[in-house]
């Protein structure tokens, strides 16, 4: 059974794909078998640098229900039901708005006539390749489109078979990021030291310990900002993985879309002593030794 580590922040801009990338592209060399599924499906960047070849791709399509106006006695039990405004009835006529549905299927089932039915509206697609050693997957939301989880959900389907499966999420703590982690066996939260990395660590922290997931945190650039992140882990007690350096090589290793385990063999041992930190909260959590070192 593949072991899924998601890597998640409670801000954007905190280096989380720069954590998820490299971890995929160290563990796979060491000689596991690894899944990367970038669930950040509004702007999905994990492609920049792990460069895979796309086999395939694949729609991402939801339901929508459609008015046969014929058979519609608009006696307004649809637009009662339907607690998103998706369906709305008029004095003259049923109004249906696709991009607020949320595809429950309420509608149909409340109509009495049978006059409403579901049809498929594509929000987004699939892309599915490999990265070297790596097995990539990637969703990516239509321009314009509000709800993503209908897409993430497509792209963990998607993911290979494989022993280690990292999981990309979206920034933030609402419902994208939910549906990403929600079945990972272990959550790395990357931060950063300053202010608002703090106030947003906070929330995700919060949000793991409702789903009651078990986590960790790295701190990036740990040396550019104050020690408040790592003296709020010792507070309460979270495990703190790693503190990677704020190192101009790798930021300019990141403006080349170029792995920092790639440019900078410290960076590659570092990554590798991260994934033996995690490893261990692993097979502590599952009770149990994973199959490869």
């Known amino acids: 059974m593949a072991v899924r580590v998601a890597i998640a922040s409670g801000k954007g801009g905190t280096g989380k ?28 960047n994990g492609h920049l640098f792990l460069r895979p070849a796309f086999k395939k791709s694949e729609p991402v399509a939801v ?31 049923v109004l249906v708005f696709p991009a607020l549905c949320h595809a429950c299927g309420g509608c149909v089932l409340v109509c009495p ?8 509206r594509q929000i987004g697609c699939v892309n599915i390749g490999n990265a070297g050693d790596v097995q990539f997957v990637e969703g990516r939301l239509n321009i ?20 280690i499966i990292f999981t990309d999420a979206p920034p933030g703590t609402s419902c994208p990021v939910i549906e990403s982690v929600r079945d990972a066996d272990f959550v790395i939260l990357v931060t950063e030291p300053t202010p608002f990395g703090l106030h947003d660590l906070t929330l995700a922290v919060e949000t793991m310990r409702k789903l009651e997931l078990p986590f960790g945190v790295v701190v990036n650039r740990a040396d550019a900002g104050d020690r408040r992140v790592v003296e709020y882990c010792a507070q309460e007690q979270i495990t703190l993985l790693a503190e990677i350096p704020d190192d101009r090589r790798v930021a300019q290793a990141y403006s080349r879309g170029e792995l920092a385990s790639n440019a900078l063999p410290e960076m590659r041992d570092m990554f590798a002593a991260l994934w033996a930190d995690v490893r261990r909260e692993v097979e502590t959590s599952l009770a149990r030794p994973l199959t490869k070192n």
């Not at 006539?113 to 498929?120: G, H, N, Q, T």
């Open 63 to 93: 339901l929508h229900p459609k008015v046969n106006e014929g058979e519609c006695q608009n006696c307004g039990q649809c637009g009662e039901i339907c607690q998103y405004s998706a369906i709305v009835n008029m004095p003259t006529k």
């Open 113 to 120: 006539c049978k006059a409403i039915s579901e049809v498929p």
């Open 17 to 44: 794909t720069t954590v998820a990338t490299n971890l995929a592209y160290v563990v796979a060399s060491s000689g596991c078998t690894v899944a990367y599924i970038d669930c950040d499906v509004e702007e999905p």
């Open 144 to 163: 314009g489109e509000a709800m993503s989880p209908p897409v993430i959900r497509a792209v963990k389907r998607a993911a290979p078979e494989a022993e």
